[in-house]
């Protein structure tokens, strides 16, 4: 009698019941225990150099190299801003040009407040409540076609780039619009939004349309500051200014998600900004990670390879809320997305923002913002994916779902038990 083969879905309901996998998860926990252990008992005198490379050493460190405290209430933290703000956030000579018709010298008191009165602080954030379009538009007649805006009473301090890459998010698009037009015009900005859409291929590179909305926007305009920013990210505080430090910044650090905690101190991700020596330096993105995961982590090695601290403001302003969706089709899971946990200093120099291939479908500036749509080349062959919404791999094959969703678990495991040791 043959016996009939049993069918992948069978396959991924049964792979949790096998004792080899459970026994696998307890090794790797137990491991890694004894490795958070080690880290906080003994430090860099057993630890060795290159496990701090990677991140791990994160965790307990989160002072900010411009003098923020991690804990730091917001009003100590609007007196420590504005005296980095009058120092360091200064026009460059091409805005100031612009803004005064060929004229350079400017005095101080024609500069825009670094603590604008017209800041609310906190806001509420109700995505679900968000209107129409149509009605965003009609909110703001001010905005220059293409997304630009900049105060008339005041010389801005930074022109501000925000590069959102997108594909099929319209609801998200339309909830962030809704709440950066106006938070961006309180902190009395030169920005501009650019929106950068990917036309093909199929599977989704967030990585490489930032790179290439770093391109096409330092093409517009001498930006002091590039926002990357994730679609699904919604800013709750007008205090969190969208304006670069002397590192890369990250932005969107506290999560309403995450209880406005760092879950770990290797996070860099959802907002970053980078002024354009930095962006240049670090060599921008990776373009290797198609679908979801890898890149951000890839950014952060790259960042800790030219000697950079991360910035972060304080979680008493730097909060926001993620919006909750399903997951896409078009942006599975890399099954390779562990190379960005790789530290790779030779690697970063040779492959990001100066091997970017992209074709520009169309450049149009819209009432809301500036759309950009690009074409990049397709991933690689050998590209393996996972569909977090029907379960079943891309370009793989059975064995190659159950293997995944046997990692995905161990990982998450780990990943769980390490924040769990940190907290403590």
Request: hydrophobic share 40%; net charge positive.
């Amino acid at each position: 009698m043959v016996t009939p083969k049993k069918s992948p879905s069978t396959m991924m309901r049964r792979w949790y019941l096998s004792p080899r996998f459970w026994l696998n998860v307890v090794i790797v926990m137990i491991v890694m225990e004894a490795l958070v252990l080690l880290l906080n008992n003994f430090g860099s005198h057993v630890v060795p150099n290159w496990f701090y490379a990677v991140g791990w050493s994160f965790g307990n460190s989160s002072d900010s190299p411009d003098g923020f405290g991690p804990d730091e209430p917001a009003d100590s933290f609007l007196v420590h801003y504005e005296d980095y703000c009058r120092k360091s956030l200064l026009p460059n000579e091409s805005s100031i040009r612009e803004l005064l018709d060929g004229r350079t010298v400017y005095n101080e008191s024609e500069l825009c407040h670094c603590i604008p009165q017209s800041l609310v602080g906190g806001f509420g954030v109700n995505y679900t409540a968000t209107p129409s379009l149509e009605s965003i538009i009609s909110l703001h007649p001010e905005l220059k076609l293409g997304g630009r805006w900049l105060p008339s009473n005041c010389i801005p301090r930074q022109r501000v780039a925000v590069i959102i890459p997108f594909r099929d998010r319209h609801e998200h698009l339309k909830a962030l619009l809704y709440i950066l037009h106006p938070m961006l015009q309180r902190q009395e900005l030169d920005y501009t939004i650019f929106v950068v859409e990917q036309a093909e291929p199929e599977i989704f590179n967030k990585a490489m349309l930032m790179n290439a909305g770093f391109q096409e926007a330092s093409r517009v305009a001498a930006f002091d500051c590039f926002i990357f920013h994730d679609v699904d990210m919604l800013p709750e505080d007008d205090r969190n200014f969208y304006v670069c430090s002397p590192t890369p910044r990250h932005v969107g650090a506290y999560l309403h998600n995450w209880k406005y905690q760092l879950p770990y101190g290797g996070l860099f991700g959802g907002v970053t900004a980078f002024t354009r020596a930095q962006f240049e330096l670090v060599n921008g993105f990776s373009n290797q990670y198609y679908g979801w995961g890898g890149e951000d982590d890839d950014m952060l090695r790259r960042v800790k390879a030219k000697n950079f601290k991360i910035s972060r403001f304080p979680p008493s302003v730097a909060r926001f809320v993620m919006i909750k969706h399903e997951p896409d089709d078009g942006n599975p899971f890399n099954m390779r997305s562990s190379l960005g946990y790789r530290y790779r200093p030779n690697h970063y120099s040779q492959e990001g923002l100066s091997t970017l291939v992209y074709t520009k479908k169309s450049d149009e500036p819209l009432p809301l913002y500036r759309r950009l749509t690009v074409a990049l080349p397709p991933p690689p062959k050998n590209f393996k994916g996972y569909s977090r919404r029907t379960h079943r791999s891309v370009r793989g094959d059975g064995r190659a779902v159950r293997g995944f969703a046997a990692k995905f678990t161990a990982v998450l495991s780990v990943v769980c038990l390490l924040l769990f040791s940190l907290n403590l």
